[in-house]
């Protein structure tokens, strides 16, 4: 039997995040978005006053498709408000690697566990569902305060084996 787990929030919310998509990720000046960034620095369309973009409403029309498309499935506020307890990386610069670090170990598990709620709720045989939630539950340490929790092995070997698990699905979908 699995254990209990408590499946995070697996929605964005920005309001709760310190716009860590805006920095943690490069971009390359092509057709998602409209100018070359490096990873780990600001996307020079993020306010310098507060964590919001300041062509947000006109994304599309600027070229940045990219930006549009993404969604961090809840990761950015959990790293933001569970793993830096609200601080971030405007507070203190020296919180920025850590922080974009950290989305970028948290980012590929949230979507994971979306995946896995989503295959749970299709209707397969029981031995199926039982590994989707024993996935979920590897996915998912117990009071996570660091990043180091899901760096654990337990979690890592999770994360890979999410991607068979899901092509095993193909003859229920």
């Known amino acids: 039997m699995v254990s209990d787990f408590i499946l995070p929030d697996l929605q964005d919310d920005c309001s709760q995040c310190a716009a860590l998509c805006c920095v943690a990720y490069p971009f390359d000046e092509d057709e998602d978005f409209g100018l070359l960034k490096a990873v780990d620095t600001p996307c020079p369309n993020l306010s310098n006053t507060c964590m919001s973009c300041t062509i947000h409403d006109d994304l599309n029309d600027r ?3 990219g930006c549009v498309a993404y969604a961090c499935a809840g990761a950015g506020q959990r790293v933001t ?4 307890e609200g601080e971030t990386w405007r507070d203190d610069p020296d919180l920025l690697g850590h922080m974009t670090y950290a989305l970028r170990v948290v980012r590929p598990i949230h979507e994971a566990l979306l995946l896995l ?3 749970s709720a299709l209707p397969l045989p029981a031995t ?6 024993s996935l979920m539950a590897a996915l998912c340490p117990k009071d996570p305060t660091s990043i180091y ?8 070997e ?6 068979p698990y899901l092509l095993s699905l193909a003859p229920y979908v």
């Open 63 to 65: 070229g940045f498709g």
């Open 81 to 84: 408000q569970v793993l830096f």
């Open 117 to 119: 709620q989503e295959a």
């Open 128 to 133: 199926h569902l039982a590994k989707a939630q």
């Open 149 to 156: 929790d899901f760096e654990e092995p337990e979690v890592q």
């Open 158 to 163: 999770a994360l890979a084996a999410v991607p």
